[in-house]
């Protein structure tokens, strides 16, 4: 059986994506920019180019394809949504159609059928009709907010309760939802497949808690540690509130306008009809947030940060650069030596070899770490040259040693959150990148102005460390 996937450079997609892999299933992916599944896709998965607004490309991608999944959205894009949408769901149902396709399976969005729903919704809803008047078999599922590292709705919430100690919350945070976790929504997507013959079909999938957008925000603050104070204002409506979301979350403003007004919608489950057809029972929200905040901490400590080279073209911002929650200060340089010899010399960080630059600045953030109760700088390290992983080095604890390549040190100081240094070294064409990046995940607002506060030092110390590393494994190539 061979499975078609479009949209799978998006979020669910992506999650889908690596479901139907692990699953064994033969899927093709349709990508307008195929490099973004480099190194994602296994022996049984194809990746082609093509766009979904695109028939041609669309004929390509669903010939001798038993199944296929739509699940392109244009509201990021900021053209007119509704039309893009409405035309690529036409081509690619004729496509399908044309193609001999036995399934179609959508994800679309809850929310009753009625003149009252918000341009987002009531383009959700019409995706599904025009996929449902193909005369396929179509199976669409209709969701409320995702629960999930990644989701925007999720990083929407998550944001707001990061950054606001106060919030002045609108009339819609009261609305009621219906949230569910990613895992169980990928779960759905991929049991569809299987599911017996039955013409179109819409089923409505939430978790069991019903809750507003309130207390999704309460509940991740909760497991954060975070105490917010929510202030229930009326007379805020979605287009100021989308203003709101403007000056406090820029990055998500184009989109969170649009979302924010689908937000004054009740998104719950009216129909019992998924429980019926299929065996999964959706976790509840506060597993659905603990999930998603572990497996953002999971994907950050797997990550690579190499590939933030190439934004060092662009002028340095002060702050450095965002990545979720977290915030990034990625430096590199090109050192002609062995990855072993530029290893070594990142291997004796610390201790009684000092940290290559501005010791004095390391003693006095001892001094004041002491004063609060952390370690200081006094540990020091085992051993001069070689680093273990789960030992202490000074004021840090080696998270990560993977000799020539890697060593991660996870922050012990007293801090605002949480943070980690982490070197890697890349072979190039006879010489070593060494990429150095200092990652802080900021506890609400003090962990921000914590950061912001101590940028001008990290532009001093991080700047000269790299360049005291690259001099000393110079030196011992010598």
């Known amino acids: 059986m061979r499975i078609l996937l479009t949209g799978a450079t998006g979020y669910v997609g992506g999650c889908l994506l690596d479901e139907l892999q692990r699953r064994g299933r033969d899927v093709r992916c349709m990508a307008r920019r195929p490099e973004k599944l480099a190194g994602r896709t296994g022996p049984r998965t194809e990746v082609v180019a093509g766009d979904a607004s695109q028939a041609a490309d669309l004929a390509r991608a669903c010939a001798g394809v038993d199944?296929?999944?739509?699940?392109?959205?244009?509201?990021?894009s900021g053209v007119d949504f509704e039309r893009a949408d409405r035309l690529a769901a036409e081509r690619f149902a004729a496509a399908a159609a044309a193609a001999g396709v036995r399934r179609i399976i959508y994800l679309g969005g809850l929310g009753a059928d009625d003149d009252r729903l918000s341009a987002h919704l009531r383009s959700r809803h019409e995706v599904g009709a025009i996929l449902r008047a193909s005369?396929?078999?179509?199976?669409?599922f209709r969701a409320s907010i995702v629960i999930g590292a990644g989701s925007f709705s999720f990083d929407l919430v998550r944001t707001l309760v990061e950054r606001l100690p106060v919030m002045i919350c609108p009339a819609w945070l009261a609305t009621a939802t219906q949230p569910i976790a990613i895992a169980d929504v990928v779960d759905y997507l991929a049991a569809a497949i299987d599911l017996p013959p039955g013409g179109a079909r819409i089923f409505e999938i939430g978790g069991p808690d019903r809750v507003s957008y309130g207390a999704i925000m309460r509940e991740y603050a909760r497991q954060?540690?975070?105490t917010r104070?929510?202030?229930p204002v009326p007379v805020l409506t979605p287009r100021l509130s989308s203003l709101w979301l403007k000056l406090v979350t820029p990055r998500y403003s184009k989109m969170g306008r649009k979302l924010i007004d689908g937000l004054k919608n009740p998104t719950v489950v009216t129909s019992a009809a998924a429980d019926r057809e299929f065996t999964i029972r959706p976790r509840d929200l506060t597993s659905a947030v603990r999930e998603a905040v572990y497996h953002e901490d999971q994907e950050f400590a797997g990550k690579r940060w190499a590939d933030f080279a190439d934004l060092e073209e662009l002028p340095r911002r002060y702050g450095g650069a965002t990545e979720g929650t977290r915030l990034v200060d990625h430096r590199h340089a090109?050192?002609?030596?062995?990855?072993a010899r530029a290893f070594a010399a990142i291997e004796r960080i610390g201790g009684g070899h000092g940290w290559y630059a501005c010791d004095w600045l390391w003693t006095l953030r001892g001094w004041l770490d002491r004063l609060l109760g952390g370690p200081g700088m006094s540990r020091g390290r085992r051993d001069p040259d070689?680093?273990?992983v789960g030992e202490t080095l000074d004021c840090w604890r080696v998270e990560v040693c993977e000799a020539p390549r890697r060593l991660r040190l996870a922050a012990e100081m007293k801090m605002p959150g949480r943070g980690w240094l982490e070197f890697e070294v890349v072979p190039r064409d006879g010489d070593v990148t060494i990429h150095q990046t200092a990652v802080f995940d900021p506890k609400g607002l003090g962990g921000l102005?914590?950061?912001?506060a101590i940028w001008p030092l990290h532009e001093i110390v991080f700047r000269r460390m790299l360049a005291g590393i690259a001099r000393a494994a110079v030196r011992a190539a010598e």
């Open 449 to 452: 102005v914590y950061w912001y």
């Open 224 to 226: 954060r540690g975070l």
């Open 229 to 231: 104070l929510m202030i």
């Open 135 to 140: 005369g396929l078999d179509v199976i669409e």
């Open 334 to 339: 090109v050192v002609a030596v062995t990855p």
């Open 67 to 76: 199944v296929a999944y739509w699940l392109v959205h244009s509201m990021e």
């Open 386 to 388: 070689r680093l273990r």
